[in-house]
């Protein structure tokens, strides 16, 4: 069965952390793999693609077939990086469980 | 940006009523268009695919005749809730894809459904 595995359901760190949100994915066929961020009272945003392979907002995550991975990277995290981090597979969309960042200061 | 207007934001209603949530491609057409629902402290969990002048697939265990789902055009879905009852108070979050469903997803703000 498709599955896309979030491991942590909260991560706090300090400001100027490192961050590192898991992301474990398990179906056939080629990945296609995103990352959305909720806000606060915010709608879900797409953060990032694997496809692309950019950085937004500092982030990146980079696909790992051998570990089947998509981790979430941000090497200096800030306050306002605090929000929900769902990762995301496929084209209808399988949805991780999510992981609450808190950044503290 | 591509935008999705979900529509009503929030809905309090007695239990027997059927309740219609609206689902708005603003500025691209979108021949697919996902509804999902979110309990508290847990994540999206996808219902059903709309899909635009046929039938919607509903994922296992949701009900389709409960959740009636109506893609009449590329720009709108909706989902009918029929009958509510407490158990389908939940926020329910509608999205679609741009780029004839190629590109990436946008989701609409959602909306709050309170079954009394």
């Known amino acids: 069965a498709q599955r896309v595995t979030q491991p942590e359901k909260l991560l706090s760190v300090f400001k100027g952390a490192p961050v590192e949100l898991k992301c474990n994915y398990s179906?056939?066929?080629?990945?296609?793999l995103f990352w959305y961020v909720q806000y606060s009272r915010q709608r879900l945003q797409l953060l990032l693609r694997h496809i692309s392979r950019e950085s937004i907002k500092g982030f990146t995550a980079d696909l790992n077939k051998g570990e089947t991975s998509f981790h979430l990277k941000k090497p200096f995290a800030q306050e306002e990086d605090s929000a929900m981090y769902y990762c995301?597979?496929?084209?209808?969309?399988?949805f991780g469980q999510g992981t609450e960042l808190s950044v503290k200061p | 940006g591509a935008v999705v207007s979900q529509h009503p934001s929030r809905v309090i209603c007695k239990s027997g009523t059927s309740v219609k949530i609206e689902c708005r491609s603003l500025?691209?057409?979108?021949?697919?268009m996902f509804w999902y629902r979110q309990f508290p402290k847990q994540s999206l969990m996808l219902m059903a695919t709309s899909n635009e002048g046929s039938k919607a697939t509903y994922e296992q265990g949701v009900e389709k005749d409960k959740f009636l789902i109506n893609h009449a055009s590329l720009t709108l879905s909706t989902l009918t809730v029929t009958s509510a009852h407490p158990e389908d108070s939940s926020f329910y979050i509608c999205?679609?894809?741009?780029?004839?469903?190629?590109?990436?997803?946008?989701f609409g703000d959602g909306t709050r459904l309170s079954i009394l």
């Open positions: 179906y056939s066929g080629s990945p296609e």
């Open positions: 995301a597979g496929r084209g209808k969309l399988i």
């Open positions: 999205s679609a894809r741009e780029n004839r469903g190629l590109g990436p997803q946008h």
């Open positions: 500025d691209f057409q979108a021949t697919t």
